[in-house]
């Protein structure tokens, strides 16, 4: 069974340039989430996805970054205009369902440089 | 304002010690949850436990085990008789259920370093 793929695992940019990160989530899970984790910090929720729709789009920290999500299965996270503070991990995760009580699964990643 | 906080930045312990990590959140939801998550050096954030604001009950999985106490609104994480391949960074989580939105809520992290 699949667990939670990122792509590409590494992304190193130039600033300025737009860059565009891939999440394929478990299978038949409805939820999916996007988190960003600065070295040596905790995780910073960006945005939730219920099947296709984000109702929750608050955490995205500027209008340059957006998501989308189609046929309840793949999402995209797109930075564009990249910034050196926009260096990070993006960790994605899927459940089951978006209710708390289902347990999020995370992919490994995709580590961003901006140089 | 932090809603999940862990003190300890970083713990080292040599093999076979005990090793407790403390977790104190904050919400006014009267139905939450909250979680541990280990992330090994390689990255991957592996889920440990998940716990509803209504079970106070403690739980003890193999060298793992948890105290929840609403009270202090505290969920500690113990490991018991620590060893090296149980060295990574542990995350403490809170999921609110009012905002609809159930993302997780993290806290820094504790670094646990353990040394044979």
């Known amino acids: 069974g699949a667990g939670v793929s990122q792509s590409p695992s590494n992304k190193v940019t130039e600033k300025g340039k737009d860059v565009e990160l891939r999440c394929d989530p478990i299978?038949?899970?409805?939820?999916l989430y996007w988190y960003r984790q600065r070295l040596g910090q905790g995780l910073e929720f960006l945005i939730y996805?219920?099947?296709?729709?984000?109702?929750?789009k608050s955490g995205l920290p500027s209008d340059r970054f957006s998501a989308e999500r189609t046929g309840e299965s793949v999402s995209t996270l797109t930075i564009q205009r990249t910034q050196q503070e926009d260096s990070a991990v993006y960790l994605c995760?899927?459940?089951?369902?978006?209710?708390?009580?289902?347990?999020?699964?995370f992919g490994p990643g995709t580590r961003l440089t901006v140089t | 304002a932090q809603k999940v906080t862990q003190a300890q930045t970083e713990i080292s312990v040599v093999e076979k010690e005990d090793v407790t990590l403390d977790c104190v959140y904050e919400?006014?939801?009267?139905?939450?949850?909250l979680f541990w998550y280990k992330q090994p050096p390689s990255g991957e954030l592996v889920f440990l436990i998940r716990?509803?604001?209504?079970?106070?009950q403690n739980e003890i999985s193999g060298r793992y085990s948890w105290n929840f106490q609403k009270s202090t609104s505290s969920f500690n994480f113990t490991i018991t008789a620590s060893q090296v391949v149980d060295s990574a960074v542990y995350f403490c989580?809170?999921?609110?259920?009012?905002?609809?939105?159930?993302?997780?809520?993290f806290g820094a992290g504790t670094t646990v370093t353990v040394r044979a």
């Open positions: 299978s038949g899970h409805t939820a």
């Open positions: 989580a809170l999921s609110e259920t009012t905002l609809n939105d159930y993302k997780l809520s």
């Open positions: 919400t006014r939801d009267t139905t939450y949850y």
């Open positions: 996805f219920q099947g296709n729709s984000a109702p929750d």
């Open positions: 716990r509803n604001s209504f079970d106070e």
């Open positions: 995760a899927s459940s089951f369902s978006g209710r708390p009580s289902y347990e999020q699964y």
